[in-house]
């Protein structure tokens, strides 16, 4: 942010932001895998670092890296004040580390906010795009209300538990009935949560803000952001609410159904690609949403499987995406002729999203499902996430049917369906190689991240 008074040059914020993340996640890999803290800090337990939230924060930071090697040229196209969005994407990160470490209602209370805020003010930074203004106060407004909400859970469970104590660990219950105050602040915390990840009934801000959104800033919130979420999500119902799972897990066994179904079914009606995206990852939400109702070592893994599968897929579809003159699913026809490499990894991006085998999408997946039969209840979730899954198939394909099986329109003979062909640079198509190679990777050899679980 400081740089961008010294540094007139546009590209030069990104190398710098790009140098940054590189120490951190070595900082963070070191820290993992010594077990002992980089910096020695007394955080007064008010957070906590295990080998699950640094091997998240690690697949977080790691995607964030990419997303700037891939999209850093389009960041410095949105508008003129370059610098900043880059200092409001690592407040993001801030907040995304937080959210995975909170040891505290505080914490986690502050970790949502620091990721939540910058993002109003990225969703609303083409100025002159009034579909990006009414984005960004949608989501302040919607944001605000799920604010509240979770302050009013966290209000209740201070009252409600005997400590009067914030630490998740002091609000953990017996076997026992839960108390009304305690299932009061729960339930509300569980709403405020769904909405952060986006899962039904309280997605309907996701479709309007992504869409309006610029399409660079989309791709972040879509990925890095929404898997923040699930982590804090997961982090906060093992640590305060685990012992009573019983109690609460048919409401979360719904909530996942309805996530599931809402986001396949829209999706499937939808002619922009970016629209469509958005109501996909409300479908994705819901797959992820099962390792909350499971609650077990399997859903851990998947957990933060997921997050670098759907992450990686994600981000290299929004990429190409960006690049594209015309958002609807007829912009990719002909692509496969016109650009190979980039019709190919798309290819390897939504067989991924969809959970093809040899895809970390397959294996991700697998892992949900895993995690929901080792519960031992609710089987039919597990066969409705699966005919969900056939029913992904098919918004999927219809962009690769464009992709190879179409022919593009004159128009786009004459000017390429590429808006900007200079920008199609061997770099960009390298790192998209790279993207799908380590999608490919990872559904062959999913152990390379969940091992790091058991450091």
């Not at 002992?36 to 640094?54: Q, R, Y």
């Not at 079914?265 to 002619?271: D, K, P, R």
């Not at 970016?274 to 939400?285: D, E, T």
Request: contains cysteine.
């Amino acid at each position: 942010m400081f740089g961008g008074v010294f540094f007139k040059n546009k590209a030069t914020p990104k190398y710098w932001a790009i140098a940054g993340l590189v120490a951190i996640i070595i900082a963070n890999c070191l820290e993992l895998q010594s077990g002992e803290p980089f910096f020695a800090i007394n955080v007064s337990n008010m957070l906590s670092f295990n080998s699950f939230n640094l091997t998240f924060i690690a697949v977080a930071l790691s995607c964030t890296l990419l997303y700037f090697l891939l999209s850093g040229r389009d960041i410095e196209k949105v508008g003129a004040n370059t610098p900043e969005y880059f200092a409001l994407i690592f407040f993001v990160l801030c907040g995304v580390c937080l959210a995975a470490t909170f040891n505290t209602l505080l914490i986690l209370f502050l970790g949502i906010e620091i990721m939540s805020i910058p993002l109003y003010i990225l969703t609303g930074s083409d100025k002159r795009n009034l579909k990006s203004n009414e984005a960004a106060l949608k989501y302040f407004l919607m944001g605000a209300f799920s604010t509240g909400i979770m302050l009013m859970g966290i209000a209740f469970l201070y009252g409600g538990n005997s400590e009067g104590s914030f630490f998740i660990n002091n609000i953990n219950l017996g076997e026992g009935k839960m108390p009304v105050m305690i299932a009061i602040g729960m339930v509300f915390l569980m709403i405020s949560m769904s909405f952060k990840v986006s899962a039904a009934p309280f997605h309907f801000w996701t479709p309007d803000v992504y869409d309006g959104a610029p399409t660079v800033f989309t791709s972040f919130m879509a990925t890095i952001v929404k898997v923040g979420g699930f982590i804090a999500f997961i982090r906060l119902f093992e640590n305060s609410f685990g012992k009573v799972h019983g109690q609460w897990q048919m409401l979360i066994a719904v909530i996942t159904a309805a996530t599931l179904f809402i986001g396949n079914l829209t999706a499937v009606f939808q002619q922009s690609v970016k629209r469509m995206l958005a109501y996909s990852s409300i479908a994705q939400a819901g797959f992820m949403l099962l390792a909350i109702f499971a609650l077990n070592d399997t859903a851990k893994e998947g957990l933060i499987l997921y997050s670098a599968a759907y992450s990686l897929a994600t981000i290299g579809l929004f990429a190409i995406l960006i690049k594209m003159h015309d958002y609807t699913i007829d912009g990719f026809n002909g692509l496969g002729k016109q650009q190979p490499v980039l019709a190919v990894t798309a290819t390897i991006f939504l067989l991924s999203l969809t959970g093809i085998p040899l895809t970390a999408g397959f294996q991700s997946k697998f892992f949900m499902l895993m995690a929901a039969l080792r519960d031992g209840h609710q089987h039919w979730l597990v066969l409705f996430a699966v005919l969900c899954a056939a029913v992904s198939a098919y918004y999927y394909f219809k962009i690769i049917q464009a992709m190879f099986f179409k022919e593009g329109s004159q128009d786009v003979k004459d000017h390429g369906s590429i808006a900007l062909g200079e920008n199609i640079t061997p770099a960009f198509k390298l790192l998209l190689i790279i993207t799908a190679v380590l999608i490919i990777v990872l559904g062959l050899f999913p152990w390379l991240i969940t091992e790091w679980l058991h450091y």
